[in-house]
């Protein structure tokens, strides 16, 4: 859905901002907040849970629950704790997924014909849940378009929704974890086939998922909790029990996909804390798939097999622009309105604030005026009679002086009308580059010193943010250095999101 102008104009002025990866499991609760520079692990916290709060991504004890997210609440360095917005991933055992195809129509019919096709085969009511869409692109050899619908029931979901709200957070988006590990997958696998069939095995602290995904999207998942599989029955599980699940239910997965899909699973990725490569080389000899591999960001000591579903919301809420965040989010606004929502909340306090400090401003300065007026009319006054009693150098020498000081009061107060920077001629250069190359600026901004401007931008190729970059450092007269790091070339759709940092010729005062 494109941006409304008054939507584009308040992103120029108030810049994006990074939002949490917030993941609910039964046994912890982890938050993740990735810088979208760099994504530098800005903060990251762990918080165990109580046996018996969650049980199988279902809330049971919700005040309990609240005071773990108060805890974990406690330990984040930010300075604005009143509500904190993040991006949630819950157990996918919560949510009902599946893939429908429709013929091309118009796209203002795509959502009643989602929605009409989705009713038939939800095993819930959609007056009792939550449904949301995405758009999974033209499948190429029944060139029918597909569409994957996400489901999950009110019940499940809002009591989340009520205790996050007490504890001070802000739901923006709500995925399941299998859809958090598809997008760490998408942006940090070494893969370049783009149509393979591959099989996701994560081994976590609740259970095992399966994924089967297709171009980081999801088509199927499966999640089977500890406590419903037989070798996991005492509470132990060893290396052979593991092996012989995977046996069991990787067959299933590759016979299913084989039976449902036109291209069976070829490749495969393994999420484990434990015995990784043991289970690796055993899906290898076993299944004869090949195995394909992920460079996720440094993490410190973080574990990037458990904190996979994490990084994933992280990688939503940091990279995402979230006016244009069209995945699902399984909440009862979509993550756009969500977003605007809070973002014109923002723009409306902003400009608050800035009209009561001019306001201020201006009475500080009127009353200064009016003061130094009224103190130097006193001044003349008594003069003026001391001359008329005893006119006396002194006093003429004293006259003098405060006139000195009324002048120099005066000129101060031109002074700091007078003072302005003048933008214009930093900024046509960028502009009038802009225009030329397709670019959209998504945000500005001052730092180093104030002889720095940062920029986001989108373009629409790679090759077009390189132009727009080689258009705006000929400038060398306005800008001694243009850098455009290439790991902030971000695809989106529509283009390529990239940051770029233009030092400027002479420092702003």
Sequence with gaps: MPRSLIGKFIGKLIPQQEFAGFEVGDKVIRFLLLSHYDLSVMSAIEVPLVPGIVEK??????????????????????????????VVTAPSSLFFFQVIELPEIADASYDEAVRLNASQTSPLQLNDAYLDWQNLGVNLKTLQREFLVGIVGHNRVDPYLEAFQRAGFEIIALESRSLSILRLFSYFSKTIEKNITILFVDVGQDGMSFIIGRQGKLYFDFFLYW?????????????????????????????????????????????????????????????????????????????????????????RGSLIPRETDDLISLLPEGTEVVYQEKRLGSFISLWSKIVSFTLMGMIMVFGVVWSVALQQQKNHQNTLGSINAL??????????????????QLLKLDQVEKKTVRWSEFLDPIVNA??????????????????????????????????????VEKYTIKFSKVSLPLSSLVPVPGGVLFDMVITMAKVLK
């Excluded at 809330?59 to 805890?71: C, G, Y």
């Excluded at 006119?391 to 120099?408: H, I, T």
């Excluded at 010193?449 to 986001?456: A, T």
Aim: aromatic share 6%; glycine share 6%.
């Design 57 to 86: 991504g279902e809330l049971k004890k919700q005040s309990d629950f609240i005071v773990a997210l108060e805890t974990l609440k406690s330990k984040i360095t930010v300075t604005d704790k009143s509500n904190i917005p993040c």
């Design 391 to 408: 006119p006396e150098v002194a006093e003429v020498k004293s006259l003098q002086a405060d006139a000195r000081v009324f002048n120099e």
């Design 227 to 315: 406590s419903e599989i037989s070798e996991a029955a005492d509470g132990t599980i060893t290396k052979e029990d593991l092996e012989a699940i995977l046996k069991r239910e990787v067959l299933r997965m590759v016979e299913f996909t084989n039976l449902h899909y036109s291209e069976g699973i070829s490749h495969f990725v393994l999420f484990s804390p434990v015995l990784k490569p043991d289970l690796t080389a055993f899906i290898q000899s076993e299944f004869s798939l090949k195995l394909v591999e992920m460079t996720p960001p440094p993490l410190g000591a973080l574990s990037a097999d458990l904190w996979a579903g994490t990084i994933g919301a992280g990688l």
């Design 434 to 471: 802009a225009a030329t190359y397709g670019v959209s600026v998504e945000r500005l901004s001052l730092g180093q010193g104030n002889q720095e401007i940062r920029l986001q931008g989108t373009a629409p190729s790679e090759q077009g943010a390189f132009d727009f970059s080689a258009a």
